[in-house]
T-cell receptor, first 111, second 113 residues
Framework: TQLLEQSPQFLSIQEGENLTVYCNSS?????LQWYRQEPGEGPVLLVT?????EVKKLKRLTFQFGDARKDSSLHITAAQPGDTGLYLC???????????FGKGTRLSVIA | DAGVIQSPRHEVTEMGQEVTLRCKPI?????LFWYRQTMMRGLELLIY????????DSGMPEDRFSAKMPNASFSTLKIQPSEPRDSAVYFC???????????FGSGTRLTVV
């Protein structure tokens, strides 16, 4: 059983469209992170959210942590081909426990 | 800093052979993690170290897998003997305080034939 469920698994959209991907769990997390991974490389951190209800923006990317700290979403406005990649959410349950990763959403933005 | 450095980038080996993967974490990071990534299971934590001490190896699939961290700048993951189902991309990552992000290496793609 996957602790963090990400949806959709795959998403293919046209350049300029908006999209939202989701990360859900039945467990509470003390913090949650989003990473982007490109082919042949390791994941790279995009953002960390720690407070329930927190919203963070990174240019065209908006990240939200659910009020109950069990879920998160990533919204991309006006997607570009450079946004193509695997988006992974990862959570810390408590203290210094290691990150647990979801399986990711594989995004393809077509020019 | 050059980031987390893993070697080799690719490894093709025959079933039954010993495989050693290497990792150099970022200087000053006190936690090091070994993950395995497959399409079916995603990123799975194998083992992690704090201050060179193994803390949790419950993710190591079998006794065929072992990991060491002899000092703060080097870690190895060894598989002996290797099997085809071990084929995956193995990542090393390091970090400092828990709310900081993990810095991942570029991974080692292991193929066991």
């Amino acid at each position: 059983t996957q602790l963090l469920e990400q949806s959709p698994q795959f998403l293919s959209i046209q350049e300029g469209e908006n999209l939202t991907v989701y990360c859900n769990s039945s467990s509470v997390f003390s913090s949650l992170q989003w990473y982007r991974q490109e082919p042949g490389e390791g994941p790279v951190l995009l953002v960390t959210v720690v407070t329930g209800g927190e919203v963070k923006k990174l240019k065209r990317l908006t990240f939200q942590f659910g009020d109950a700290r069990k879920d998160s979403s990533l919204h991309i406005t006006a997607a570009q081909p450079g946004d193509t990649g695997l988006y992974l959410c990862a959570g810390v349950k408590s203290g210094n426990t290691p990150l647990v990763f979801g399986k990711g959403t594989r995004l393809s933005v077509i020019a | 800093d050059a980031g987390v450095i893993q070697s080799p980038r690719h490894e093709v080996t025959e079933m039954g052979q010993e495989v050693t993967l290497r990792c150099k974490p970022i200087s000053g990071h006190n936690s090091l993690f070994w993950y395995r990534q497959t399409m079916m299971r995603g990123l799975e934590l194998l083992i992690y170290f704090n201050n060179n001490v193994p803390i949790d190896d419950s993710g190591m699939p079998e006794d065929r897998f072992s990991a060491k961290m002899p000092n703060a700048s080097f870690s190895t993951l060894k598989i002996q003997p290797s099997e085809p189902r071990d084929s995956a991309v193995y990542f090393c990552a390091s970090t400092s305080p828990p709310l900081y992000g993990y810095t991942f290496g570029s991974g080692t793609r292991l193929t066991v034939v």
